[in-house]
């Protein structure tokens, strides 16, 4: 089992996202968790190219600073929605023959989706705790209604199980 944080950029990691208080401590949460139990933490940052804010080589393109990877953790690149389309991720962890995955980060309508339905499409194991992604209010919906759609009712039995930010904690501990 391995933990990704995906997108978890300092442009986008912000009070301004979905109940941000609970998403935010939930991640440090985990990731203290992981690096207590020694499981792999895994970081995916986006990059939008040249013109920007999320571009290689801008501050904002960093990971945000209360979820900063250790000097050990891998961070893998993307400019697609998938964590997973040409950046390594899944040859590196089928080599390790890893089949399960929590994941976690930003933006739950964006990468989050694109990245558990690609990890499920790729054989993966997704699991997804409660609070543990987030997003913006958009044209269409808001915030909350966008995470309790994909989180409630897209994701969970067909793509991923999610599970209770409790259940999430004790399944990294065996």
Known sequence: MVLLVVDTQKAITNSALYNFELFESHIMELINKARSNNMEIIYVRHDDGIGSTLTKGNEEFEIYEKFKPA????????????????????????????????VVGLQTDYCIDATIKAGFEHGFKII??????????????????????????MWNGRYAECVSFEKALEMMTR
Not at 132 to 153: G, H, K, P, V
Request: hydrophobic share 30%.
């Open 71 to 102: 000097v050990n953790e891998l961070v893998f690149d993307k400019n697609v929605n998938s964590s997973f389309k040409n950046t390594g991720l899944m040859e590196y962890l089928k080599n390790k023959n890893e089949n399960t995955i929590i």
């Open 128 to 153: 997804v705790p409660a609070y543990t992604n987030s997003t913006f209010d958009n044209q269409y919906m808001t915030a909350e209604l966008t995470y309790r759609y994909y989180n409630d009712f």
